[in-house]
C-alpha cells in the first residue's frame, strides 16, 4: 500500500502563487510517474501536469507557462509550483502516483487532495 499526503493549499488572490506538495509513504517499491489532477465544482477532475520517475515532465494546455512540476525521488514527493493563479484554477488538486511493484504490476493510487482557491 501507498499513501499519498497533500499539502499547501488555500486562498490567494489573482495573479499570486502557491505551492503544492505531495509526499508518498507506505510499501514503495517504484513510483514510475505521479501527476496532479484537479476537479472544480461542478466538473469532472483533469489532469494537470505528470512527471516521470526520470524526470520528464508534461503539462496540460492549463498548466503550460504558469505551473511547473518537480519532484525529489529520494523524498518520494512531487511539487506542483503555481504561478500567475486566476479565478478559474479554483478546484480541488489531488496527487496521483502510479506504484509499479516487485512483480511488476502498477497500480494507481490517490491523495486525499487539497483546495486551492483563487479570489478576483
Known amino acids: 500500500q501507498v499513501q499519498l499526503v497533500e499539502s499547501g493549499g488555500g486562498l490567494v488572490q489573482a495573479g499570486g502563487s502557491l505551492r503544492l506538495s505531495c509526499s508518498a509513504s507506505?510499501?514503495?517499491?517504484?513510483?514510475?510517474?505521479m501527476a496532479w489532477y484537479r476537479q472544480a465544482p461542478g466538473k469532472q477532475r483533469r489532469l494537470v501536469a505528470g512527471?516521470?520517475?526520470?524526470?520528464?515532465?508534461n503539462y496540460t494546455d492549463s498548466a503550460k507557462g504558469r505551473f511547473v512540476i518537480s519532484s525529489d525521488n529520494a523524498k518520494n514527493t512531487v511539487y506542483l509550483q503555481m504561478n500567475s493563479l486566476k479565478p478559474e484554477d479554483t478546484a480541488v488538486y489531488s496527487c496521483?502516483?502510479?506504484?509499479?511493484?516487485?512483480?511488476?504490476?502498477?497500480?494507481?493510487?490517490w491523495g486525499q487532495g487539497t483546495q486551492v482557491t483563487v479570489s478576483s
Open positions: 496521483n502516483a502510479v506504484h509499479e511493484d516487485a512483480g511488476g504490476w502498477s497500480w494507481p493510487y
Open positions: 507506505g510499501s514503495i517499491f517504484k513510483l514510475t510517474s
Open positions: 512527471i516521470t520517475s526520470d524526470g520528464s515532465p
